[in-house]
């Protein structure tokens, strides 16, 4: 990669595993008329591999520095934007493509994992599938299983819009230069069947709540809720106000949400 000088602060780990690559392609069907939102493209390892959808492709990179890189994948459907993607109005950007579905693939930037996930989870754009490369602790978290150590309120959001899955493990030995983690990738499919939430506001406020201090159980976490009617939720699941977050089901919380809301 010549005499880049890769900056840690940026998350620049560029993917060198062709075979890495190619399984990140294959997790996915993107058709031509479809978009695809890559976050940090770097030197283009990744979006090199997304032109073979010849779909419309938009890639969103903070670092100037890696312009040359990229400028060879520009045409009429494949524009780079250089610019915090955090700060970019994914709406504005996209408004003139006339697209079926978006997906989001990308291998992350990973200081800022949950915040780009939230973002395209609050965007009113609905996304189909995003295929991610995200540390590998992190995607046994957004993947896990309620009842288990790694069900936090990131997995129960997911959970609500998307089936989560960890597709594969990739070794730090895949990138350069080499992290002092390992990563793998993960799959959030649109879910047909969305849960039935009378006020999201309300169910998404809970979830946090329950999970503000992970070692301390429902009862003293959601203290200023009306706890009777809680628990009388909690009864049809055979959970109680003793149980912690972490045992609570997507569709518990959606039902104390709608009773509390009532
Ligand atoms: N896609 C390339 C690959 O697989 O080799 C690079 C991936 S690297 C893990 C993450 C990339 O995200 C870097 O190129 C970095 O400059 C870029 N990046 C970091 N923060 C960003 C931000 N806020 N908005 C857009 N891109 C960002």
């Not at 493990?169 to 080499?178: G, L, M, N």
């Amino acid at each position: 990669m010549g005499d880049f000088k890769h900056k840690h602060s940026l998350g620049q780990n560029f993917l060198k595993d062709k075979k890495v690559l190619l399984n990140i392609i294959d997790s996915v069907d993107v058709n031509e008329d479809d978009l695809i939102i890559e976050v940090g493209p770097g030197q283009g390892a990744l979006t090199k591999y997304l032109k073979l959808f010849k779909a419309n492709l938009r890639c969103f990179e903070v670092d100037e520095r890696v312009k040359p890189y990229l400028e060879k994948f520009e045409d009429d459907k494949t524009k780079v934007i250089f610019n915090d993607f955090m700060k970019v109005d994914i709406e504005e950007e996209i408004k003139d493509i006339d697209f079926n579905k978006l997906y989001v693939i990308a291998n992350l930037p990973y200081y800022i994992t949950t915040p780009i996930i939230e973002k395209m989870i609050n965007n009113p754009i609905d996304v189909e599938a995003m295929v991610l490369m995200v540390q590998n602790e992190v995607a046994d978290r957004l993947s896990a299983n309620v009842n288990s150590k790694d069900y936090a309120a990131i997995t129960v959001f997911l959970n609500y819009y998307y089936n989560v899955e960890k597709l594969f493990f990739v070794p730090r030995a895949a990138f350069d230069p080499v992290p002092n983690v390992d990563s793998a990738v993960i799959k959030l499919s649109r879910k047909d069947n969305k849960y039935e939430c009378n006020n999201e506001k309300v169910f998404f406020k809970l979830v946090r709540d329950a999970f503000a201090m992970k070692r301390k159980n429902l009862r003293n976490n959601l203290k200023s809720y009306d706890l009777n009617t809680i628990e009388s939720v909690l009864l049809n699941y055979k959970l109680s106000l003793q149980d912690r977050a972490e045992k609570v089901p997507v569709q518990c919380f959606v039902d104390i949400a709608n009773e509390i809301s009532k």
